[in-house]
């Protein structure tokens, strides 16, 4: 197959950013679409295959408009650019620059970073009961997150309770030291550090002292009324049917409700039933409840993260085949 060259102007700052320390993100591209680059002043040479080059050009096109618009490129930007240019999909990514939420506690602005994530905020947006499900990585609960402090300092409601099931995750961690407080606190840390990061923890302690912020086990709502708030279920995946039965029955006027889980990371007894199966098939269709599923392309931790995912998934998808032609072997 013949070559063709392709020609961007790019400047040296421009440059410096997307190309990544020691060249690793130019590299990954090369490596991926079969092509080269070559720089030389001002200019990026992209030589290769006629459809590599085009997508390779649509790469970093976007990736150039990105750091054009202040933002620093990462591995997980190059990621996400490589696998929408197989679907000529590149130029949502840009689309997503005007999607922040809010601010952390320092500036730093709060959006989703796929196109995934971007239906999932938009439809907290617009449902008052949203599942989201996907793999570790995602942001489910970070995202539910941003939306629920975004809501309460726009006044669109009145409090936020944060609330998980209080269950190990594979372990036995026998009694614990402290108060009640002290013992379900540990099952609610991831909670905090998200609160902590947007909000800070100095915002987070006046407002917690008023009942304004309540992070809480899922225990806790039992019997409760939630009227006026945003109410964010972690970790769904390990609540009982009659536990989430109970939590969806909680919910008042005024409410809006984000439930998150991984349906593949359950730590519920061998044999349990975990209410969010059960949920998502009983509730599906229903006028404004959404089921939003995010995959591995929408993991925005360490790349390996997502490797990591998608590995598990392929694993579990070979072993049910299997087990699948076993079965009708007998």
Same mark, same amino acid.
């Given at each position: ?147 629920? +402090? ?57 407002? &917690? ?30 609540? &009982? ?22 349906? &593949? ?25 959404? +089921? ?39």
């Amino acid at each position: 197959m013949s070559e063709i060259g392709k020609i961007i102007d790019l400047s040296a700052e421009t440059a410096a950013n997307l190309f990544g320390k020691f060249d690793e993100y130019v590299k990954k591209i090369e490596k991926t679409l079969h092509v080269s680059f070559v720089y030389r002043e001002n200019e990026l040479r992209v030589i290769g295959g006629e459809t590599s080059v085009k997508r390779a050009v649509n790469v970093v096109n976007t990736l150039a408009e990105l750091a054009g618009r202040g933002e620093t490129i990462t591995e997980q930007n190059v990621d996400y650019a490589l696998s929408l240019t197989f679907s000529d999909n590149t130029e949502e990514m840009l689309e997503l620059e005007d999607s922040i939420i809010c601010r952390t506690i320092a500036g730093k602005p709060i959006k989703p970073k796929t196109m995934g994530q971007k239906s999932y905020i938009n439809s907290i947006s617009n449902h008052t009961i949203v599942f989201g499900l996907g793999p570790a990585g995602t942001g489910k609960t970070y995202l539910a997150m941003a939306m629920a +402090i975004s809501a309460f300092k726009n006044d669109e409601v009145n409090r936020i309770i944060l609330t998980r099931p209080a269950i190990e995750a594979g372990e036995n961690l026998g009694f614990l030291p402290g108060d009640l407080q002290s013992k379900v606190d540990p099952y609610l840390r991831p909670l905090y550090d998200a609160i902590y990061q947007i909000m800070g923890a100095e915002s987070y302690l006046h407002n &917690t002292e008023k009942g304004l912020i309540e992070v809480a086990p899922l225990a806790y709502m039992r019997g409760r009324t939630l009227d006026n708030a945003f109410i964010i279920l972690d970790e769904a995946q390990n609540t &009982t049917p009659a536990q989430m039965k109970m939590f969806l029955t909680r919910i008042g006027f005024g409410s809006k409700v984000v439930i998150t889980g991984d349906l &593949t990371q359950k730590d519920l007894p061998k044999g349990a039933v975990s209410g969010l199966d059960i949920a998502i098939k009983v509730l599906q269709g229903i006028d404004d409840i959404d +089921i939003i599923r995010l995959s591995n392309q929408d993991v925005v931790r360490h790349p390996l993260v997502q490797r990591i995912v998608k590995a598990y998934e392929e694993f579990e998808t070979r072993n049910s085949r299997e087990n699948r032609n076993n079965y009708k072997r007998r």
